[in-house]
């Protein structure tokens, strides 16, 4: 009895362990389970580390960012370093490399020209560079693309520029006039004679500073008024009139096509500016007896209305410069029609300002069509597209009679 008693014993316990151990195998390989289950979400959505992190904001700024080694060597740079050209084959750009030098000799940031010394297409034209020490002989370049703060720079140059000298000639011109008027006075017909040019480029001169008015207030330094409907035909009845002593002085024929009965949303006597504007640079540029039309259309979601001239025609080369403040094809014809220069400009922006804009056609001996182009009243998102600007000479055939 005592040795079956002993051997069921170890029986039992035999059968507990073996009992026990597949119970443990099978909750460690559930355990394992889970733990995986767990394991794999976190693996898909793990937080990048910090120099992972770090890398992203290298890579995507928008600067061009360039690290350099003690040896000039590029460690490491993002594409728009490349653009900038502060890195070209894996190089550094030579004077990013000698700021670099200087910046590791004394230890303070300094700043470097990039700019391309040569036209490179449609790359940046002008790039300033922060070089700045990072510790044991390494720099960071970080270079922007300054072309439209250079070109914006020029641009006010020459426009203060343009103005003063615009401004002196009618002046000097004034103050010589009245001197002759002085030394005259005793001959009525020559103090009539410079009193009427004394009078010509006074109102000339008015005529500028009227004008460098409206364009600064078209260009941001006056709020616009409130947008109303405006009638089209209305705006090119009033236009013509103002046009008409201009056309008679010049022996020039205006002719326009019937009412349409459009309306545009806009104000109306910055839309008569710059239809004068254009009808005006017609006559100015059109030889005598010639004729200029006025003709407006529905197109899609625009209304249109074209100035055709049967003038001297632009030059390729100049057709998009003839809209700059100051710009004259013919500087010497302008002069002497006492234009401005700023005529084109002004109603470029008015139309800008009324969501439009203005197009311009043009052949050399053939004339120019200079086009209008306003949203129709109530569109919210006119189409972009329309038909090809018409040739002067289909203008000219639909227009009715002359004004």
């Known amino acids: 009895m005592p040795h079956v008693t002993?051997?069921?014993s170890v029986l039992s316990a035999?059968?507990?362990?073996?009992?026990?151990?597949?119970?443990?195998?099978?909750?460690?390989?559930?355990?394992?389970?889970?733990?995986?289950?767990?394991?794999?979400?976190?693996d898909r959505h793990a937080v990048p580390t910090l120099a992972e992190l770090l890398q992203r904001v290298f890579r995507s700024a928008g600067g061009g960012t360039a690290v350099l080694g003690p040896s000039g060597d590029v460690v490491m740079h993002n594409a728009r370093a490349a653009e900038l050209g502060v890195v070209?084959?894996?190089?550094?750009?030579?004077?990013?490399?000698?700021?670099?030098?200087?910046?590791?000799?004394?230890g303070l940031a300094c700043e470097v020209d990039l700019?391309?010394?040569?036209?490179r297409g449609r790359r940046p034209t002008a790039v300033v560079a922060t070089v700045r020490p990072l510790g044991d002989g390494f720099t960071v370049v970080e270079a922007a693309d300054t072309s439209d703060v250079v070109r914006l720079e020029a641009t006010r140059r020459d426009f203060v520029a343009n103005v003063s000298h615009?401004?002196?000639?009618?002046?000097?011109?004034v103050g010589l006039l009245a001197e002759a008027v002085l030394d005259a006075a005793d001959d009525p017909a020559e103090?009539?004679?410079?009193?009427t040019k004394i009078l010509r480029e006074s109102t000339r001169l008015g005529s500028l500073v009227t004008e460098l008015i409206a364009l600064s207030r078209l260009t941001g330094?006056?709020?616009?008024?409130?947008?109303?409907?405006?009638?089209?035909?209305?705006?090119?009845?009033?236009?013509?009139?103002?046009?008409?002593?201009?056309?008679?002085?010049?022996?020039?024929?205006?002719?326009?096509?019937?009412?349409?009965?459009?309306?545009?949303?806009?104000?109306?006597?910055l839309l008569v500016t710059a239809l004068v504007n254009l009808v005006e640079n017609a006559i100015a540029y059109s030889p005598a007896e010639a004729s200029v039309s006025v003709t407006r259309r529905l197109a899609g979601s625009w209304i249109e209305v074209a100035v055709t001239d049967r003038g001297i025609g632009i030059m390729p080369e100049h057709q998009e410069r003839v809209f700059e403040r100051f710009f004259r094809v013919d500087p010497a014809r302008s002069?002497?029609?006492?234009?401005t220069g700023l005529g084109l400009a002004i109603v470029k922006h008015v139309l800008a300002n009324h969501g439009g804009e203005v197009r311009l056609w043009s052949r050399l001996g053939t004339g120019s069509t200079f086009t209008m182009r306003l949203p129709v009243r109530g569109a919210d998102d006119p189409e972009t597209d329309s038909p090809e600007l018409p040739d002067p000479a289909d203008d000219l055939g639909r227009a009715g009679g002359p004004t």
């Open 88 to 106: 070209r084959d894996g190089r550094p750009d030579a004077r990013a490399w000698a700021a670099c030098q200087q910046v590791l000799a004394d």
């Open 221 to 269: 330094a006056e709020k616009l008024p409130e947008l109303a409907a405006v009638d089209v035909d209305d705006v090119v009845e009033e236009s013509l009139a103002r046009a008409r002593l201009s056309a008679e002085a010049a022996k020039i024929e205006i002719t326009v096509d019937e009412p349409t009965g459009l309306k545009v949303d806009g104000d109306r006597m």
């Open 115 to 119: 700019s391309p010394l040569e036209y």
């Open 6 to 8: 002993l051997l069921a």
């Open 14 to 42: 035999v059968a507990a362990l073996l009992v026990g151990g597949a119970a443990g195998l099978l909750i460690g390989r559930s355990r394992s389970r889970e733990a995986g289950r767990a394991r794999r979400p976190r």
């Open 166 to 173: 615009e401004l002196k000639t009618p002046v000097g011109a």
């Open 335 to 339: 002069r002497a029609t006492g234009g």
């Open 191 to 195: 103090v009539h004679r410079f009193a």
